[in-house]
């Protein structure tokens, strides 16, 4: 396939004044060049042609008439009536003199008449057009950017090398308090700015200047030039001229002053939210402990109150089959051999265990109130110590009593805190029935640990206790906890001791004891095997 043949554009020219022979000449020369076909369109006066050039009908203007001066002043009125249309001048001589006075009136060009040739004159409406194409290309395209620039709300500008500014727009003058952007044009930062603002504004001008580098998406506080701090986003590059040289610095800055404010305002209100967040989980939890311990209190009270009608109703019993027994045993302490002696051991034997059982009810259900003193809680392990001495010596248990030293006196109830103590050791020798070593560690504290309720603790008791206190803290080196017996050590009734040896109510009893002091009671097993019971008891601040 034959290539395409290029598309031929049609140039309409004007051609003002002079002889028909001219005409004919112009015509002539101008044949078809290239891409370009021309046609031409004669009127003898500016009048006569003044409805085309208004409509801008024609792309090129050839001016062939009479003296110099009327040449040119019709040059000048083509300017002012249509200024875009370049107009070239026909003159029967041509000197430098004349060239400066056309170029200087608006024309594009002089050209000889005597010398005019085809290609010379084809060359000049060429260029002629094609000129005035890239004027008005590049006349568009410095309205759109300039219109971009002015309608942008970011503050756009740009500085020679010696710091005067050379272009800005609307928003930036605005930021500079100034009428216009024209009131900008020419002035530096230290006309605008106190000295030391101005300094760093400029010393950031001087480092683009200098390295070529680029200062990207910075934001700082930076103030207006009256006084006022704004955060700002700034990028600054350096301005180039065509040879590449950096003739100077161009900016653009845009305000976040309200988007940080508003950043900063979500924050703090995010910050509010998770406290409120918070104080209500918070308050949801007390609010459970509140409603747990109500249970609790009135579980106990229910089951309080059947013990105690239960060890009242047996223990009038009791003690009448122990009066009989004992008188039974009187009647056959002369025959040692008589068989209904073992009988009535056993009897008596069996009465005393449910005779301490009842007292355990009774014990349990009683009233619960505490008569609190300062006192030494040394002193209180101690004594329980020495009461539960022979059990623990029996039972091969080792005892280590570590006490801080300087331990403040607290307010306690000696008497029920040492029946707590006596309990908890007694616990701990039955669970090492082989023997091991019992740790009992007194230690102060500045504040409770945040901690979890221990399993098996729903009193809420361990969220109450705040400030100083003395831990109390009894280990042994038996088996531990188990899991089910960390989540109803607690519970009335409830022991992991073989039938016979246990009523399930001492934990129970310890624990009212520990609140009856404001204190609480948590059950752990120890990293390194072993149970632990940490009892804190409130201390005076020091």
């Known amino acids: ?61 050839l001016v062939n008439l009479g003296p110099e001066a009327t040449a040119l002043r019709i040059v000048r009125r083509i300017r002012r009536e249509c200024g875009d249309l370049p107009a070239v001048l026909l003159s029967e001589s041509v000197d430098q003199a004349q060239m400066g006075r056309a170029f200087r009136a608006g024309a594009h060009d002089l050209l000889d008449k005597l010398e005019l040739g085809s290609h010379l004159l084809v060359r000049t409406l060429r260029s002629a057009v094609e000129r005035n194409r890239t004027a008005k290309q590049l006349l568009q395209e410095r309205n759109l950017l300039r219109n971009i620039i002015d309608h942008l709300p970011d503050l756009i500008y740009a500085k020679d090398r010696q710091g005067r500014y050379i272009l800005g727009n609307p928003a930036h003058a605005h930021h500079l308090g100034l009428p216009s952007k024209a009131d900008v044009l020419g002035q530096t930062v230290h006309d605008l700015f106190p000295k030391e603002i101005a300094d760093v504004l400029n010393a950031d001008d001087l480092q683009v200047l200098h390295t070529g580098g680029r200062i990207l998406n910075r934001e700082e506080e930076l103030p207006t030039p009256s006084g006022e701090l704004r955060w700002m986003h700034t990028t600054k590059v350096p301005l180039r001229a065509a040879d590449g040289t950096i003739s100077g610095v161009v900016g653009i800055t845009h305000d976040i002053h309200d988007r940080r404010r508003i950043a900063d305002e979500l924050r703090r209100a995010n910050k509010e939210l998770e406290s409120a967040l918070e104080s209500i989980r918070k308050s949801h939890d007390d609010l459970k402990d509140a409603q747990m311990q109500l249970i609790q209190a009135e579980k106990m009270q229910s089951v309080g109150r059947l013990a105690a009608g239960i060890a009242h109703e047996v223990k009038n019993p009791l003690a009448t089959l122990r009066m009989g027994i004992d008188f039974l045993r009187q009647q056959h302490a002369a025959r040692p051999d008589n068989p209904t002696t073992g009988v009535l051991e056993e009897m008596s034997h069996a009465i005393s265990r449910a005779d301490g059982v009842i007292r355990e009810l009774l014990d349990y259900s009683s009233a619960r109130k505490a008569s609190l003193a300062p006192g030494d809680i040394v002193s209180v392990v101690q004594h329980a110590l020495r009461l539960s001495s022979y059990p623990l010596r029996s039972g091969h ?58 399993d098996g603790d729903r009193s809420g008791a361990s969220t109450r206790l705040h400030g100083p206190h003395l831990l109390v803290s009894i280990a042994d080196t038996g088996p531990g906890f188990t899991r089910e017996s960390l989540e109803h050590a607690f519970d009335p009734f409830y022991t992991t001791k073989p039938t016979g040896k246990g009523t399930g109510l001492g934990l129970n009893v310890v624990r009212g004891i520990v609140e009856l002091h404001s204190g609480t009671i948590t059950l752990q097993n120890r990293p390194q095997g072993g149970a632990e019971i940490q009892i804190r008891l409130p201390a005076p601040a020091t």
């Open 397 to 454: 248990v080792r005892v280590r009593l570590e006490p801080a030293p300087g331990l403040p006196l607290i307010p306690l109830d000696p008497i029920k805190l040492e029946q707590a103590i006596v309990n908890l050791l007694l616990n701990a020798a039955h669970a090492m029935p082989e023997g091991g070593e019992l740790i009992i560690r007194i230690t102060p504290e500045a504040s409770p640990p945040d901690m979890p309720h221990a």
């Open 1 to 61: 396939m034959p290539p395409p043949r290029n598309r031929t554009e049609t140039i309409p020219v004007l051609l003002l004044g002079g002889p028909m022979q001219d005409v004919w000449l112009v015509r002539e020369l101008l044949v078809d060049h290239g891409a370009f076909h021309f046609t031409l369109d004669h009127r003898p006066s500016l009048e006569a042609a003044l409805e085309g050039l208004k409509e801008n009908h024609w792309q090129a203007v």
